[in-house]
């Protein structure tokens, strides 16, 4: 093909018109939407069942401890519905805050909408990491709560050396997390952020 | 807007514009399946997208834009933006059809443009793909969210490059 014109590559382009192989059947671009509706609706009915079975099991096994423990006090039961409800709320709340592409506004100029996507991405990840460490926070307050009660008939040095192991291990766990889920972070969105980053300058 | 209005004003928004959308992701994809993928996203996304237009720009650049961002983020999921022209066949005609010589010189012209514009680079290609569906400098300028000024330098710089590796492809 030999052309300098941008005309005549604009008739080999145009000249390619895919609207009779989309035509041949008509009611397939309704069919492929359906099909498509129907699948992202699959989706999300078992990402929802799964959200749901985990939430039935983390109340369950709470229930069945906190009756085991039989707790007695005010502040025992405040460390349990603590820890029974942090985990819950975290779980609601993640869910909110992450990134969805359903959740995009696919009709911004592609200047500001890969500005839109990238401050999305961020966002994701810093209210990842506030609710991160407010849960494992308020999850420490619960369970030392809790251990007062259960921890009654000990002497205060064992109580406090327990206590402070407890936390200690908490922050450990919580530190372990945050690595992991950063990690995770990277590899999952590296690829579209680095490229919308070259993209973007 | 109730489903049957949405529907119908889905079905004539891509009446007009589905081959536009469908050179679209011909451009960033090569392989019949991946492109056919691709467009259906673009069309779900219109699809969710369609009760937040406001008419504040026109339906075709409202559509481009939705065509050109489904595109950024389908690669970078799918991962798939190295493919090799040596895997796509051309179409079967019946070589005894009266316009069968013209129509594979169309069809070797296709590709030919099409291996040229995989050598641009990803916003370049957008760009050259634009200019190539015949819109007016202002309309990619829109479309794409930088200044006339700047489009026009960018799109001068495209179309150099673009009959460089044409022009390359042809000698060798």
New interface residues.
């Given amino acids: 093909m030999k052309t300098n014109k941008i005309n005549d590559l604009q008739e080999i382009w145009q000249d390619y018109n895919p609207a009779n192989y989309l035509a041949h059947d008509p009611d397939r671009i309704k069919k492929s939407i359906l099909h498509s509706v129907k699948k992202t609706s699959k989706k999300i009915l078992i990402q929802n069942i799964g959200k749901s079975l985990a939430i039935g099991f983390l109340l369950m096994g709470f229930i069945f401890l906190f009756y085991t423990i039989d707790i007695r006090t005010f502040y025992g039961f405040i460390g349990a519905g603590i820890i029974l409800f942090s985990p819950l709320l975290m779980l609601i709340v993640y869910w909110n805050i992450r990134f969805a592409s359903a959740k995009l506004n696919w009709s911004l100029p592609q200047d500001d909408f890969i500005s839109h996507v990238l401050l999305k991405v961020k966002n994701h990840h810093i209210q990842f990491k506030k609710l991160f460490k407010w849960f494992v926070l308020v999850l420490i307050a619960g369970i030392n709560l809790l251990y007062l009660e259960i921890l009654s008939s000990l002497n205060l040095h064992e109580r406090i050396g327990i206590h402070l192991g407890i936390t200690f291990l908490l922050v450990i766990l919580y530190f372990v997390g945050l690595k992991i889920r950063t990690h995770k972070f990277r590899k999952d969105f590296s690829p579209l952020t680095d490229e919308l980053e070259k993209l973007k300058n | 807007m109730n489903v049957n209005q949405k529907?119908q004003r889905?079905?004539e928004l891509?009446s007009e514009n589905?081959?536009m959308i469908?050179?679209l992701c011909?451009a960033y994809l090569y392989h019949k399946d991946e492109v056919d993928d691709l467009f259906?996203?673009v069309?779900?996304?219109i699809?969710?997208?369609l009760e937040?237009?406001r008419g504040d720009?026109k339906i075709s650049t409202?559509i481009y834009?939705?065509a050109?961002?489904?595109a950024?983020?389908y690669?970078?999921?799918k991962?798939k933006d190295t493919l090799f022209f040596k895997d796509i066949a051309y179409e079967t005609y019946d070589k005894h059809q009266d316009d069968y010589g013209e129509v594979m010189e169309?069809e070797?012209?296709?590709l030919?443009?099409r291996k040229a514009i995989a050598k641009l680079k990803?916003?370049d290609r957008?760009i050259i793909t634009l200019?190539?569906?015949?819109l007016k400098y202002e309309e990619i300028a829109?479309?794409?969210?930088?200044s006339l000024n700047h489009t026009g330098v960018k799109i001068n710089r495209v179309?150099a490059k673009?009959?460089k590796i044409?022009s390359k492809n042809?000698n060798q």
């Fill in positions: 529907e889905f079905k891509l589905q081959a469908y050179r011909y259906q996203e069309m779900l996304n699809w969710s997208s937040k237009f720009a409202w834009r939705i050109i961002n489904t950024l983020i690669n970078k999921k991962k169309k070797e012209n296709l030919a443009l990803k916003q957008i200019l190539l569906e015949g829109e479309i794409i969210g930088i179309k673009l009959f044409l042809e």
